[in-house]
């Protein structure tokens, strides 16, 4: 099976900025420790604080249906529900 790359756009409100910042160190650190996780980088946008993308790459496709039972990863989507954000994500297979 092939890797499968994500891109997950985060845009949050301004009152919710600490709040996820709070969180997003168990995120990465428990995302990385997966043995299924070949990468996983929290990045924010130049000239936003509020813009974030999650780089992330996975040995298959499986490894990321058991990143998404993970507690670390529930409580990322507990926060997107309880506070507004635009949410875009993408999945890509690596062509060369």
């Given at each position: 099976?092939?890797?499968v790359?994500?891109?997950a756009g985060?845009e949050l409100?301004?009152?919710d900025?600490?709040?996820?910042m709070?969180?997003a160190?168990e995120l990465v650190a428990?995302?990385?420790s997966?043995?299924?996780?070949?990468?996983?980088?929290?990045?924010q946008e130049q000239?936003?604080?509020?813009?974030?993308?999650?780089?992330?790459?996975?040995?298959?496709?499986?490894?990321i249906?058991?990143h998404?039972?993970t507690?670390?990863?529930?409580?990322?989507?507990?926060f997107?529900?309880?506070?507004p954000a635009?949410l875009?994500?993408k999945k890509?297979?690596?062509?060369?």
């Amino acid at each position: 099976m092939s890797e499968v790359h994500i891109l997950a756009g985060i845009e949050l409100s301004a009152a919710d900025r600490a709040a996820f910042m709070a969180f997003a160190p168990e995120l990465v650190a428990g995302s990385r420790s997966e043995a299924g996780c070949r990468r996983y980088d929290l990045m924010q946008e130049q000239g936003s604080d509020l813009a974030f993308m999650i780089v992330e790459t996975w040995a298959s496709a499986e490894a990321i249906e058991e990143h998404n039972g993970t507690p670390h990863f529930k409580k990322l989507v507990a926060f997107l529900k309880d506070h507004p954000a635009t949410l875009t994500i993408k999945k890509y297979n690596q062509l060369i």
